[in-house]
């Protein structure tokens, strides 16, 4: 069992970057994938991006490829997201969740929805200002 706590959100004007963390307790972090999500204000929580526990594979929403990289530190037991080109419309509470990945991570599992996730964070708020 692993217990994700996210850090790093902030303000950020349009165009800027920003890297949030998400550290996770628990001795078998390398047994987990890693996610991130995000809601926005009056919104529905969404997939971000999602990375397998080695760190091989990573899978990312359309509105953020090539813009946002997720990465992993299994001897920190933190996992990254580095956010680039940031825009008003990525203003949002981010949030880290795990899943326990068995085998190899499926872009279902990765990507099918929160409950294809097994712990969450409390979020980070990241704000865009334009």
């Known amino acids: 069992q692993v217990q994700p706590v996210e850090s790093g959100g902030g303000l950020v004007q349009a165009g800027g970057s920003l890297r949030v963390s998400c550290a996770a307790s628990g001795r078998t972090f390398g047994s987990y994938a890693m996610g991130w999500f995000r809601q926005a204000p009056g919104k529905e929580r969404e997939f971000v991006a999602a990375i397998s526990r080695s760190g091989i594979t990573t899978y990312y929403a359309d509105s953020v490829k090539g813009r946002f990289t997720i990465s992993r530190d299994n001897a920190k037991n933190t996992v990254y997201l580095q956010m680039n080109s940031l825009q008003p419309e990525d203003t949002a509470v981010y949030y880290c969740?795990?899943?326990?990945?068995?085998?190899?991570?499926?872009?279902?599992?990765?990507?099918?929805?929160?409950?294809?996730?097994?712990?969450w964070g409390q979020g980070t708020q990241v704000t865009v200002s334009s």
């Open positions: 969740a795990a899943r326990f990945q068995a085998y190899r991570l499926t872009s279902d599992q990765a990507m099918g929805g929160m409950n294809r996730y097994d712990y």
